[in-house]
């Protein structure tokens, strides 16, 4: 009969509670969590489902969380559940399981920057049972969990950056809170669009290569040279054959951006030849920019005042000098390391500024890059504006004078009628 009784009541303990005698944690959600035994077997299914709930939560909300402060966030519900579920739990009389303090640790945790782009989600769904906690000091806080996490879910465009990713000189750019980040190259195209943009690319410099090369030759070997036109292909060529030869070993015909990226997501801002090709592309377009204008204005020095060929050969010097020294401008903000790809793919992978989009102490580079390019520009037509002003001056003054002139042909002509 005692037998009976005994495996009655053993029987009704494994159903209501499960075995009383204390045992290890052995679910599947908080590995390594807790290192005391735990009031019964039922346990850890309690806390496996309760957690298991609340990080599909998370999951759902946020599937670009970074993997760290998963990882802390699972520990805050392995130990949240533990703590609700009041089960008993070997510890020592001033221990108490999860605290306050540690609770909203997660704020300055590996979820700070996950915080800050997701305040109400943390608010409303992590931290409001951290007030129920109490605030003793001497707390048992548990470790982070070994489960292996799955990987973040990035939305398009962006990218979980893989490993080449990483390696030295490439920097990646992070979406702030998540693990994912701005993939390279940039976010003007997705990658089919890269490798047909490439493509056209490269052809254009290179027919533009074999037509600016065919007029340095017309040139040199033509009977009527124009030195100022010469000026200009050789700047339109330096600038070209070394933009073709940068696209060539960067693109390819096949894309893949072998030069400013490392992976899918590592910008190479500072590689030298791309710094190369950048300034020399820099100093070209002030080359021809300045030789076009004195092209123009030699044009406009000998049809309107009467320039002859002597006077306009004689200003040559202080034109090399000058388009000499708006070329050589660019060499500041190479010293100060300002010429670089720019990861926004803002200069279409070429390394012109990597401070494209940056205010303050980068705005001089485009003083010395840019308005000496847009002032030559500007300049020639200012003065074939004024210039054409003062024609048109001159012709109101001529047909004032004509007409007064005819007008006293015509008095003096009937007066002589009535004589």
């Not at 908080?30 to 990080?55: E, G, H, K, Q």
């Not at 108490?96 to 997660?106: D, V």
């Not at 920097?171 to 701005?182: K, L, M, N, T």
């Amino acid at each position: 009969m005692g037998n009976i009784y005994f495996f009655y009541y053993t029987f009704i303990q494994l159903i209501l509670f499960g075995y009383s005698q204390e045992v290890q944690y052995n679910g599947s959600q908080c590995p390594d969590v807790y290192d005391f035994n735990l009031a019964s077997l039922s346990a850890s299914t309690i806390i496996d489902t309760s957690v298991s709930t609340r990080m599909d939560v998370i999951f759902n909300s946020a599937p670009y969380i970074e993997t760290a402060c998963v990882r802390r966030l699972r520990k805050h519900y392995c130990m949240i559940s533990l703590y609700i579920s009041t089960l008993h739990v070997t510890l020592t009389a001033s221990q108490q399981l999860y605290c306050k303090p540690e609770c909203f640790s997660i704020a300055y945790s590996e979820c700070s920057s996950f915080i800050a782009i997701a305040p109400e989600l943390v608010k409303t769904v992590i931290l409001m049972e951290c007030d129920s906690l109490p605030s003793t000091p001497q707390c048992y806080n548990g470790s982070l969990s070994s489960f292996t996490e799955r990987d973040p879910i990035c939305p398009y465009p962006t990218v979980i950056p893989n490993e080449d990713s990483y390696e030295s000189p490439a920097q990646i750019e992070w979406i702030p809170g998540s693990a994912c980040a701005v993939p390279c190259p940039g976010l003007l195209f997705d990658e089919n669009n890269w490798n047909v943009f490439s493509k056209i690319v490269i052809s254009l410099y290179l027919i533009s290569c074999v037509f600016v090369s065919l007029a340095i030759y017309q040139q040199l070997t033509t009977k009527y040279k124009n030195f100022n036109v010469l000026m200009v292909c050789i700047g339109c060529m330096n600038g070209v054959f070394w933009m073709f030869v940068y696209h060539l070993i960067n693109n390819g015909f096949t894309g893949g951006q072998k030069i400013i990226c490392n992976g899918n997501a590592g910008y190479v801002e500072s590689d030298p030849f791309c710094i190369f090709c950048g300034f020399m592309l820099l100093v070209s377009s002030n080359w021809f920019a300045s030789w076009s204008f004195f092209t123009s204005l030699n044009l406009w020095l000998a049809i309107a005042n009467n320039y002859t060929e002597r006077k306009l050969k004689a200003l040559r010097p202080k034109m090399f000098m000058f388009s000499t020294f708006l070329s050589l401008l660019p060499i500041l903000p190479l010293g100060a390391g300002n010429i670089g790809y720019e990861w926004t793919g803002g200069t279409l992978n070429m390394c012109l500024n990597k401070g494209m989009y940056t205010r303050g102490q980068y705005g001089w580079h485009y003083a010395i890059t840019l308005v000496p390019l847009l002032l030559l520009v500007f300049l020639l037509p200012l003065i074939l504006l004024v210039d054409t002003l003062r024609v048109a001056t001159n012709l109101r003054q001529i047909t004032a004078d004509s007409t007064r002139l005819s007008t006293s042909s015509l008095s003096l002509y009937e007066s002589c009628s009535k004589v």
